[in-house]
């Protein structure tokens, strides 16, 4: 008797970093723009009261009318192997089975701000270099919002990560993190003070000193103030030796 072949179900990947893409079974599903939206904001905040989901999702209706247009897109959600949503109560739960790359993200941001990476690093971990900005394109207000937070704590993420590097005694992987830091938000102080510990760290003063005056010219043209007095003394105490005074131009 031949037997009867064992059909392998993978748990659903949401994408939401960089453009929505929904998968099961590795295979692309697709929803319609309600449904995106509806997916979206319970896989990010996991629990979700139907109240608040629908007054976020349609806020310019009635509460009727927009619990009803929650009642319509549930139902219009496609059947999969793996439900994606349950109901629990009054509230909608993502399901535990749904693989969510903010929340992968997010854990290894965290991991790295808290100094609980796996040491020593010997590689930059993923998506904080290069990383996507949540679901570029849409403008609603609980989408900018988490987008900002999640731009704020990669940067925390990349700004710790280098001062761990350089710890470690790996300058250049520090300054590429730093690099990703300051193109990010070209005017965030502790970025350019990241990468001028780099330079310090390989004995480059001239390089850590041309840093630091590039970065004051910035600051003096954009917003019209000076690098803070703790970003003098940091590169002070290593360069006047060599260059006798570090921050006139």
């Known amino acids: 008797m031949e037997s009867e072949a064992i059909k392998v179900v993978s748990s659903p990947e949401l994408r939401l970093l960089g453009h929505f893409r929904l998968e099961c079974n590795a295979e692309p599903v697709e929803l319609c723009r309600n449904g995106q939206r509806l997916l979206a904001f319970v896989a990010l905040r996991r629990r979700v009261c139907r109240t608040v989901l629908a007054g976020t999702l349609w806020p310019e209706v009635t509460e009727d009318h927009a619990r009803g247009s ?25 399901a535990e089975t749904l693989h969510v790359d903010v929340h992968a993200f997010t854990e290894t941001a965290l991991s790295v701000v808290l100094g609980c990476g796996p040491p020593p690093l010997t590689q930059l971990p993923k998506g904080l270099l290069g990383g996507e900005d949540l679901l570029p394109g849409w ?3 609980w989408v900018l919002l988490e987008r900002e937070r999640l731009r704020q704590l990669r940067l925390h993420a990349l700004d710790a990560l280098a001062e761990t590097l350089v710890r470690e005694g790996k300058p250049a ?59 003098a003394r940091m590169l002070a105490c290593h360069g006047m030796a060599v260059f006798g005074r570090v921050t006139p131009d």
């Open 139 to 141: 403008d609603e207000e």
């Open 173 to 231: 992987l520090a300054l590429e993190a730093a690099w990703e830091s300051v193109r990010t938000e070209p005017l965030r102080e502790s970025a350019h003070r990241a990468a001028v510990s780099a330079h310090l760290a390989e004995d480059n003063l001239i390089e850590a000193v041309r840093h630091y005056r590039s970065f004051r010219r910035l600051l003096r043209e954009e917003l019209g103030v000076e690098p803070s007095p703790r970003f």
């Open 70 to 94: 929650l009642r319509t897109t549930l139902w219009k959600f496609p059947r999969v192997d793996q439900p994606l949503i349950r109901c629990s109560g009054d509230s909608l739960v993502a």
